[in-house]
């Protein structure tokens, strides 16, 4: 019996079955209690019982790690609502991209100015600049700035949830309330992570906000990319 | 399933393309592309809808084992945790007003309507 329990724990399966059905429970309980966040009760439940388990994370991501990997085509999927809704909002378009655009160059220049105040490394500067954007193009960003793509990710994480849990609070607080401008804000500010929560309230903020988060993605890997060109002619690489 | 293989057969042209010396994340080269053979016609909708809304619909279930993991790094984000929370919390206040604002005055004389309420991103 022990053996066959300690078989079944080697196995990737057991992992990717253990992780659908934290997220089945967390929208269950998103459903109930609707100020739950699903990620947050998912992370919760899937690290307690690992620890109660003592499973290690490496063994756990033999079968987790799938679910990572998948947010590569999921982001290249995210050109399926940028082109519906690039149909629909044709007239909005330029408009909504100077929008992301000035929200990402600012979300940059505060996340790297800030962290550089408060003594952070050069390093964790550069990790810092991308944590707007979802997770496989910030990973990649964080990378070509030599920053640390781990610490990237953890930013990333914790910016996207704290915006989903907090930025439509935050933004009533301001008087914006349109649709176009709450999904443009939580797009840019809090990708996948928000963007997902705004879709289980307002499909249409959810519609703006994934064009809005595709778009951050695709500005902010510019910005980083022009940073670097600018470096590079300076012929200083990296000060 | 077609759906499937067509965006990961985009992932794998974006990352072979940044592998090659374009200066952008591989998956931002995915999406672009991706996006363009959409718009261009070479892709129909009704090939990848369903598999792209899947996955899209479901990105949270992607991310909760990277959130496991950040247990492992907890002495690393100590370290820096000031710095990085400063950082984190006042970027993302000014993007949400940078954003939402410039989007209330530039966007809010736009219809509603202009969007198709149809649910159709959610079944």
């Given at each position: 019996m022990i053996r066959l329990i300690l078989h079944l724990f080697a196995r990737p399966a057991l992992y990717i079955l253990l992780t659908l059905a934290v997220y089945a429970l967390s929208l269950r309980l998103h459903r109930r209690w609707a100020w739950i966040h699903p990620l947050l009760s998912a992370s919760v439940v899937l690290i307690f019982l690992l620890w109660e388990l003592h499973?290690?994370?490496?063994?756990?991501?033999?079968?987790?790690?799938?679910?990572?990997?998948?947010?590569?085509?999921?982001?290249?999927?995210?050109?399926?609502?940028?082109?519906?809704?690039?149909?629909?909002?044709?007239?909005?378009?330029?408009?909504?991209?100077?929008?992301?655009?000035?929200?990402?160059?600012?979300?940059?220049?505060?996340a790297g100015g800030v962290a550089s105040l408060c003594g952070a490394s050069?390093?964790?500067?550069?990790?810092?600049?991308?944590?707007?954007?979802?997770?496989?193009?910030?990973?990649?960003?964080?990378?070509?700035?030599?920053?640390?793509?781990?610490?990237?990710?953890?930013?990333?994480?914790?910016?996207?949830?704290?915006g989903a849990v907090i930025g439509p609070g935050i933004l009533r607080l301001a008087r914006i309330l349109h649709d176009?401008?709450?999904?443009?804000?939580?797009?840019?500010?809090?990708?996948?992570?928000?963007?997902?929560?705004?879709?289980?309230?307002?499909?249409?903020?959810?519609?703006?906000?994934?064009?809005?988060?595709?778009?951050?993605?695709?500005?902010?890997?510019?910005?980083?990319?022009?940073?670097n060109l600018y470096w590079r002619a300076q012929g200083s690489g990296h000060p | 399933m077609l759906g499937f293989v067509i965006i990961v057969?985009?992932?794998?042209?974006?990352?072979g393309l940044h592998r090659l010396g374009v200066p952008l994340p591989g998956s931002v080269l995915g999406l672009i592309l991706f996006t363009l053979a959409l718009m261009l016609g070479l892709v129909r909708l009704e090939w990848v809808e369903r598999s792209a809304l899947l996955l899209v619909r479901h990105m949270t279930l992607l991310f909760i084992p990277l959130m496991a993991g950040l247990t492992t790094m907890t002495a690393e984000?100590?370290?820096?945790?000031?710095?990085?929370?400063?950082?984190l919390g006042a970027s993302l206040l000014a993007v949400l007003l940078t954003t939402g604002g410039l989007a209330h005055l530039l966007l809010r004389d736009d219809e509603i309507a202009e969007i198709?309420?149809?649910?159709?991103l959610l079944p």
């Amino acid at each position: 019996m022990i053996r066959l329990i300690l078989h079944l724990f080697a196995r990737p399966a057991l992992y990717i079955l253990l992780t659908l059905a934290v997220y089945a429970l967390s929208l269950r309980l998103h459903r109930r209690w609707a100020w739950i966040h699903p990620l947050l009760s998912a992370s919760v439940v899937l690290i307690f019982l690992l620890w109660e388990l003592h499973i290690p994370y490496a063994s756990y991501n033999t079968g987790g790690g799938v679910f990572t990997y998948l947010l590569g085509p999921a982001t290249v999927a995210l050109g399926v609502p940028m082109y519906k809704q690039g149909i629909k909002l044709k007239a909005t378009l330029p408009r909504l991209s100077l929008v992301v655009f000035a929200g990402s160059a600012v979300g940059m220049i505060t996340a790297g100015g800030v962290a550089s105040l408060c003594g952070a490394s050069h390093r964790m500067v550069m990790s810092a600049l991308p944590k707007s954007v979802t997770t496989p193009i910030a990973i990649e960003v964080s990378r070509s700035l030599h920053g640390d793509p781990a610490i990237t990710a953890a930013m990333v994480l914790l910016t996207g949830l704290v915006g989903a849990v907090i930025g439509p609070g935050i933004l009533r607080l301001a008087r914006i309330l349109h649709d176009h401008a709450v999904g443009a804000a939580i797009g840019a500010s809090s990708h996948a992570i928000g963007t997902a929560s705004l879709f289980r309230s307002s499909e249409t903020q959810g519609s703006i906000s994934s064009l809005a988060m595709a778009m951050a993605g695709i500005f902010t890997s510019v910005l980083a990319m022009l940073l670097n060109l600018y470096w590079r002619a300076q012929g200083s690489g990296h000060p | 399933m077609l759906g499937f293989v067509i965006i990961v057969a985009f992932e794998l042209l974006g990352a072979g393309l940044h592998r090659l010396g374009v200066p952008l994340p591989g998956s931002v080269l995915g999406l672009i592309l991706f996006t363009l053979a959409l718009m261009l016609g070479l892709v129909r909708l009704e090939w990848v809808e369903r598999s792209a809304l899947l996955l899209v619909r479901h990105m949270t279930l992607l991310f909760i084992p990277l959130m496991a993991g950040l247990t492992t790094m907890t002495a690393e984000l100590r370290k820096n945790g000031v710095a990085l929370l400063a950082s984190l919390g006042a970027s993302l206040l000014a993007v949400l007003l940078t954003t939402g604002g410039l989007a209330h005055l530039l966007l809010r004389d736009d219809e509603i309507a202009e969007i198709n309420r149809e649910a159709d991103l959610l079944p």
